[in-house]
């Protein structure tokens, strides 16, 4: 599995962006997608997932109600909006087999290669 992550930018705080995660390699309707992210200096930490199949998903506390994620065929999509300054990071797609819809990114075997958000105060 291929992953390409796009659409990160710069955004004024308040402001929205949506990441996209286009996924190729396989048919990969089954699995769970995930977003991570890391900011400079700090580790890498989860954002939220989804269930490809039927559509489950899953939030850090930091994303509830202002993050959302969807699917369209083989992309992922995490729109984001009311950022913030401490959203600023890098910004990563997963995928896994399904199972457990996890936050841990141990539990993820496949990684796109980020894309920077950088949202100013």
């Known amino acids: 599995v291929q992953l390409q992550a796009s659409g990160g930018g710069l955004v004024q705080a308040g402001g929205s962006l949506r990441l996209s995660c286009a996924a190729s390699?396989?048919?990969?309707?089954?699995?769970?997608m995930g977003w991570f992210r890391q900011a400079p200096g700090k580790e890498r930490e989860f954002v939220g997932a989804?269930?490809?199949?039927?559509?489950s998903t899953h939030f850090a506390d930091s994303a509830k109600g202002r993050f959302t994620i969807s699917r369209d065929k083989n992309t992922v999509y995490l729109q984001m909006n009311s950022l913030k300054p401490e959203d600023t990071a890098v910004y990563y797609c997963a995928a896994k087999r399904r199972g457990v819809l996890s936050n841990i990114l141990g539990d993820y075997n496949y990684w796109g290669q980020g894309t920077q958000v950088t949202v100013s105060s």
């Open positions: 989804i269930r490809l199949s039927g559509g």
């Open positions: 390699g396989r048919t990969f309707s089954s699995d769970d």
